[in-house]
Nanobody, 114 residues
Framework: QVQLVESGGGLVQPGGSLRLSCVAS????????IAWFRQAPGKEREGVSC????????YYEESVEGRFTISKDNSRKAVYLQMNSLKPEDTGVYYC???????WGQGTQVTVTS
């Protein structure tokens, strides 16, 4: 059974940084792509970034391009989302997702406010 556990969220001022972690169990991460989604209050969940199984390719939603960086450490079974230059509109619950098993973590709250 695949389990994903996110951590690293918090309260930060605009312009600040956070690093989210997603630790996976029940799978060999080398063979799986992982995506980050977020859900702002009153809005639908949206894709933010994803990384291929080999880490050779990645994708970023337009609004986070150049500010967020996704990375993967297969030996630690972890995927990271480095978020810099945070904006209030980045506020939301951030989830990681594995598509093949359609597994979701419980989410971690990110709040960007002055």
């Amino acid at each position: 059974q695949v389990q994903l556990v996110e951590s690293g969220g918090g309260l930060v001022q605009p312009g600040g940084s956070l690093r989210l972690s997603c630790v996976a169990s029940g799978l060999i991460l080398d063979y799986y792509a992982i995506a980050w989604f977020r859900q702002a209050p009153g809005k639908e969940r949206e894709g933010v970034s994803c990384i291929s199984s080999s880490s050779s390719s990645s994708y970023y939603e337009e609004s986070v391009e150049g500010r967020f960086t996704i990375s993967k450490d297969n030996s630690r079974k972890a995927v990271y989302l480095q978020m810099n230059s945070l904006k209030p509109e980045d506020t939301g619950v951030y989830y990681c997702h594995e598509e093949k098993s359609d597994s979701w973590g419980q989410g971690t709250q990110v709040t960007v406010t002055s």
